[in-house]
């Protein structure tokens, strides 16, 4: 029985809407997210790695047998919809002061977010409501997270809840 290799194929277009839809979440054009998105297609997959892929390597990997990879990762599809990967938010991290959705934590913040535990107020130095970029002091991007502000007796205190961080790496050994 013969095994049908991964391929990588352009976008439909209800998947590129959801590459626009989360573009938009977080304030930036789809073009700043990929210029010529592929989706790493695998038989019998439960998801799509979605890779940016230069145009001049098109032709290139067309041509190539089994292809595990090509271009620039930045996220997967899946039923739920499009989910960033930590080089998007490496790539991303660069616009942080124009117009993308960006949380900027001390170092003391940025320790406790890359242990995968949320972070509180008084260690957030700029904060975004809803998903985000996070980055630390020195604007190096440390993850994915959800900014939320939170009503406790006496004050509303913001909380940032790591989504996705570079920890997760050492934490499962991914």
């Not at 790493?40 to 892929?53: I, K, N, R, S």
């Not at 995968?116 to 260690?123: I, K, M, P, S």
Request: aromatic share 8%; with cysteine; hydrophobic share 45%.
């Amino acid at each position: 029985m013969q095994v049908k290799a991964p391929r990588l194929r352009a976008l439909s277009d209800a998947e590129l809407r959801l590459i626009e839809d989360f573009a938009g979440s977080i304030g930036i054009k789809p073009e700043a997210v990929a210029l010529n998105p592929h989706a790493l297609e695998v038989p019998g997959g439960a998801y799509l790695d979605v890779f940016d892929l230069p145009t001049a390597l098109v032709r290139v990997i067309d041509d190539l047998r089994f292809v595990y990879a090509g271009g620039y990762y930045i996220g997967s599809l899946t039923k739920s919809g499009f989910i960033p990967g930590l080089p998007l938010a490496q790539r991303l991290s660069r616009l942080c002061g124009l117009g993308l959705r960006c949380i900027v934590l001390d170092l003391y913040g940025a320790k406790r977010f890359l242990y995968g535990e949320r972070v509180a107020n008084e260690h957030v130095l700029r904060f975004s409501e809803g998903l985000a970029v996070v980055v630390d002091p020195q604007g190096e991007a440390i993850g994915w997270g959800i900014g939320r502000r939170v009503r406790l007796k006496t004050k509303v205190e913001v909380q940032v809840e790591p989504v996705k961080d570079l920890g997760w790496y050492l934490r499962r050994g991914g």
